[in-house]
Nanobody, 128 residues
Framework: QVHVVESGGGLVQAGGSLRLSCAAS????????MGWFRQAPGKEREFIAA????????AYAHSVKGRFTISRDNDKNTVYLQMNSLKPEDAAVYYC?????????????????????WGQGTQVTISS
């Protein structure tokens, strides 16, 4: 069993920055990719960013590319999402996920189906 816990959400002004963290615990050995998704009220959950087990490969949604950066610290089993130049449309509940669907340490999962364990989410609110 794996537990995934997000933190770092909150209220920030448009144009500001926020860093989310996601810690995985439990049976976290092996080549697992990690990703961030978000869901705004009335909308479907959408992919935001993902990073491979090695940390050498990343993927981003077009809407956040150039503003958000995903990184990970494997010693801490933690992934981060640095969010800069935040816009009102970035407001959502942000979810972190961990997945073991591929043995490739460079694998990056760009959709929810690649992930096995999900956190409860952390709220990000943007004031304009």
């Amino acid at each position: 069993q794996v537990h995934v816990v997000e933190s770092g959400g909150g209220l920030v002004q448009a144009g500001g920055s926020l860093r989310l963290s996601c810690a995985a615990s439990g049976r976290t050995s092996g080549p697992y990719a990690m990703g961030w998704f978000r869901q705004a009220p009335g909308k479907e959950r959408e992919f935001i960013a993902a990073i491979s087990r090695s940390g050498g490969s990343t993927a981003y949604a077009h809407s956040v590319k150039g503003r958000f950066t995903i990184s990970r610290d494997n010693d801490k089993n933690t992934v981060y999402l640095q969010m800069n130049s935040l816009k009102p449309e970035d407001a959502a509940v942000y979810y972190c996920a961990a997945g073991w669907r591929s043995a490739n340490i460079e694998f990056v999962g760009g959709s929810a189906g690649w992930y096995d364990y999900w956190g409860q989410g952390t709220q990000v609110t943007i004031s304009s």
